[in-house]
């Protein structure tokens, strides 16, 4: 694999370490765990990331189950699908949204976390925070877009008003001569 190769597609979960001859591809990270610190091209897209409450492993129990839906066999029949609960809030988290359960921990790891994070801080949670900047979002964008259609309408009404003075103006004019 080239060293451009590791800049177009970088793997999230691969450390590129520099030594004097150039990029090497080190070492494969173990499974990023809430506890651990994440490098800074790690943490680079997930700008948020921090602010969650963190997870203990400890209070977490995983399983492995029969996934399910779509698929067919790839998915029915292997164990890829993660149930993960967090003991002491009693929160259970089921992720089957890909095929491969490396992939299927973290985003349940994540899902989890976020969801902890709603039921110890409520409505200071990060996630509530986010729906409400986004609704808020929303409503300025239908403010902004009902204002333009009044302006719109406003501007109908002035144009067909001065298009109409100017007909009154031809017939008047065609009547004097």
């Known amino acids: 694999m080239s060293t451009l190769g590791l800049f177009r597609f970088p793997a999230p979960l691969t450390r590129v370490c520099l030594v004097p001859w150039g990029l090497r591809l080190c070492e494969k990270l173990p499974l990023l765990s809430p506890g651990t610190m994440?490098?800074?091209?790690?943490?680079?897209?997930?700008?948020?990331c921090p602010k969650l409450l963190s997870l203990n492993e400890h209070e977490l129990e995983e399983q492995f189950v029969k996934g399910h839906g779509p698929g067919g066999q790839a998915t029915n029949k292997t164990s890829n699908c993660v149930v993960l609960r967090h003991v002491p809030s009693g929160i259970v988290v089921k992720c089957h949204q890909t095929r491969s359960v490396d992939q299927n921990r973290k985003l349940a790891r994540r899902i989890l976390q976020e969801k902890v994070d709603v039921f110890y801080k409520g409505e200071n949670s990060l996630v509530c925070r986010e729906k409400r900047e986004a609704e808020k979002r929303k409503q300025e964008r239908k403010k902004r877009a009902k204002e333009?259609?009044?302006?719109?309408?406003?501007?109908?009404?002035?144009?067909?008003?001065?298009?109409?003075a100017q007909r009154g103006l031809q017939v008047l004019t065609e009547r004097t001569c």
């Open 38 to 48: 994440a490098t800074p091209v790690q943490a680079a897209g997930k700008k948020d």
């Open 148 to 164: 333009t259609l009044e302006k719109k309408k406003l501007l109908k009404e002035q144009w067909e008003s001065s298009k109409s």
